[in-house]
């Protein structure tokens, strides 16, 4: 089956090289110019992940991916000329799942949108039966794996593939302390690097979405340690 690809850049050069190299890979590929338009893209096709530049006009990548995650949960890939650490925790604040630096090699760019692809259609195949080991209940929080859903109380709770990973990684192992390079390598399944806000941005948004509905804080915070959920 082929994959659809949304590229979204207000640079056209840009959009045509990462378009050309995501074609040559196999997959449909949707362009934008802008924010406005990639949302009215999103609402007439069925999109499987989302290449998204950080500054456009009309709407920008970070107000964009905020919108999307209200109602999805598409991998987002985004771009940005910017390579300062603050500018990769806010794009990561927004929901998005991966973060790529101007000028891009394309080996890496066909290599993550690979994994993110992988991973999302992995959690959202058509058979959602729960199997041996995936479905983990702890009090009131009930997670599937295969189906990839969160409940607590029977209501939904809207995660990113990121933030459920973790969440999965986290509660299959009560008790047990995961460092933030551990979680890095076992959730992004790459060599850890040296910058690490990766993984507490992604840890801070999913405590803020579990202590609403749980009304408690489930991921507790080992310090100088690293992260863990008790049974």
Not at 61 to 76: D, F, K, L, S, Y
Not at 84 to 95: P, Y
Not at 112 to 137: C, H, I, W
Request: aromatic share 6%; glycine share 6%.
């Amino acid at each position: 089956m082929m994959r659809t690809i949304l590229v979204v850049d207000d640079d056209k050069e840009i959009a045509n090289l990462v378009s050309l190299y995501l074609v040559n890979e196999g997959y449909q590929v949707l362009k934008g110019q802008n924010g406005l338009e990639a949302l009215q893209l999103l609402a007439e096709h069925e999109v499987d992940l989302i290449i998204l530049d950080v500054m456009m006009p009309e709407l920008d990548g970070m107000e964009v991916c905020r919108r999307v995650r209200e109602t999805r949960t598409i991998p987002v890939l985004m771009l940005s000329a910017k390579a300062e650490d603050m500018d990769k925790v806010l794009g990561l604040m927004t929901g998005a799942d991966d973060y790529m630096v101007k000028p891009f090699n394309p080996m890496e760019l066909s290599a993550r949108v690979k994994s993110l692809l992988r991973r999302s259609f992995q959690y959202n195949s058509a058979d959602t039966k729960p199997q041996t080991g995936e479905l983990l209940k702890l009090h009131s929080l009930e997670i599937n794996k295969s189906a990839h859903t969160v409940m607590v109380n029977q209501q939904p709770v809207s995660l990113t593939n990121r933030e459920f990973d973790i969440l999965y990684l986290l509660a299959s192992h009560p008790g047990r302390v995961f460092s933030a390079e551990d979680i890095f390598q076992l959730v992004w399944k790459e060599q850890y690097y040296a910058v690490g806000n990766s993984v507490m941005v992604h840890i801070c948004n999913l405590r803020d979405k579990l202590e609403r509905v749980l009304g408690y804080k489930l991921i507790q915070t080992v310090w100088g340690v690293g992260y863990k959920i008790e049974e």
